[in-house]
């Protein structure tokens, strides 16, 4: 193989090997296929992700906040409103993921 040469054009590489065997033969193709149903997946997972990492900061936040209130119950009541406002927030979020994947799913078939 030249170095000038395109691997993917080369006949070896991951896809053109997972292509190769029965199990993943479809899954090969139907990357190629649904290239924006791909990058909309990689997209809303990125989200997600993105606001899994916010639900995990803002809970520590908030235990940290009632473990430092020393008995003050203003402190207290603001840590657990956010650790609920937080829960609360992550449910709508997973809920919308949910029904817009269910959604999506009837649209294809």
């Known amino acids: 193989m030249a170095l000038s040469e395109n691997p993917a054009d ?3 590489g991951l896809n053109t090997t997972a292509g190769h065997i029965d199990p ?4 090969v193709d139907e990357q190629e296929d ?3 149903q791909t990058r909309t997946g990689q997209i809303v997972g990125f989200i997600l992700s993105f606001v899994g990492v916010l639900f995990l900061i803002l809970m520590i936040y908030a235990g ?5 209130a020393g ?3 203003e402190q207290v009541k603001k840590a657990r409103s956010l650790m609920i406002n ?5 449910i709508v979020v997973l809920g919308a993921y949910v029904i817009t994947s269910f ?3 009837q649209l294809i078939n």
Request: proline fraction near 0%; glycine fraction near 16%; hydrophobic fraction near 40%.
């Open 34 to 36: 649904n290239f924006l």
């Open 10 to 12: 080369s006949g070896y």
């Open 64 to 68: 940290l906040t009632w473990m430092t």
């Open 71 to 73: 008995g003050n119950q």
């Open 24 to 27: 993943f033969e479809d899954q």
């Open 86 to 90: 937080a829960t609360l927030g992550l």
């Open 103 to 105: 959604i999506g799913e």
